[in-house]
């Protein structure tokens, strides 16, 4: 069963402008992590923030987290032609059995044209 | 390093045929996940292994669907028979030993099975 779900299912841009894809999930989590898919190609880990952590950074990318609200945003700034693919959140959950599993949302479709 | 190495990268085979992909993780990830992919959705967690050991099969169809770890390194997954709604892209991943459940998964480029 898919945990996340993303929003939007498709997004398409210009060089140069900003992205922003959201995810909404249902239980508790340990962390959530955001992942890249090139077409045909296997997920690429781009970035994790904890359940502790509200804001994280790594270059062109911010990923923010409301765990009261059980979402996440991924803002890719001054978005390239490169950055088109797939992208997926997944969500490890908290305690139990299933702890540290691994959930994928349905993913966000973005398109950047030059 | 080479990577997360899955093949065939493609496979092509008629229904109720028999299927085996084969998985070669990072060296020194002990767990090891397969999931399957179909068009236009997110992964699906099949089967998970911490070494040699099964720790999460829930969600493999265990009628036809079969795997296993020897030694802990190389994984196969084997699909016998195969339907038409097994038509998937079906991906390797390992990490390393979880460090506070924060497992980050490194993905093969997956092997796409076309059941006819």
């Known amino acids: 069963s898919q945990q996340g779900e993303e929003d939007p299912q498709a997004l398409s841009i210009q060089e140069g402008e900003n992205a922003t894809m959201n995810c909404s999930y249902k239980t508790s989590i340990n962390n959530l992590q955001w992942y890249r898919q090139n077409s045909g190609r296997g997920l690429v880990h781009l970035i994790l923030?904890?359940?502790?952590?509200r804001e994280k950074h790594s270059g062109r990318l911010r990923v923010t987290l409301d765990t009261s609200k059980k979402s996440s945003s991924l803002l890719i700034t001054a978005s390239r032609a490169a950055d088109t693919a797939s992208y997926f959140c997944?969500?490890?959950?908290?305690?139990?059995?299933?702890?540290?599993?691994?959930?994928f949302g349905q993913g966000t479709i973005l398109t950047v044209h030059p | 390093e080479a990577g997360v190495v899955q093949s065939p990268r493609y496979k092509i085979i008629e229904k109720k045929q028999p299927v085996a992909f084969w998985c070669n993780p990072i060296s020194g990830h002990n767990t090891l996940y397969w999931y399957r992919q179909n068009l236009g959705q997110g992964p699906e967690l099949l089967i998970r292994?911490?070494?040699?050991?099964?720790?999460?099969d829930s969600q493999l169809p265990k009628d036809r669907f079969s795997a296993e770890r020897l030694k802990g390194v190389d994984s196969t997954l084997k699909i016998q028979p195969a339907e038409l709604g097994d038509s998937a892209v079906y991906l390797c991943?390992?990490?390393?030993?979880?460090?506070?459940?924060?497992?980050?998964?490194?993905f093969g480029a997956g092997s796409r099975l076309t059941v006819l």
């Open positions: 923030i904890r359940s502790n952590e």
């Open positions: 991943a390992s990490s390393p030993r979880s460090r506070n459940g924060a497992n980050v998964l490194t």
């Open positions: 292994y911490e070494n040699e050991e099964a720790v999460d």
């Open positions: 997944a969500t490890a959950r908290a305690g139990g059995t299933s702890y540290g599993k691994l959930t």
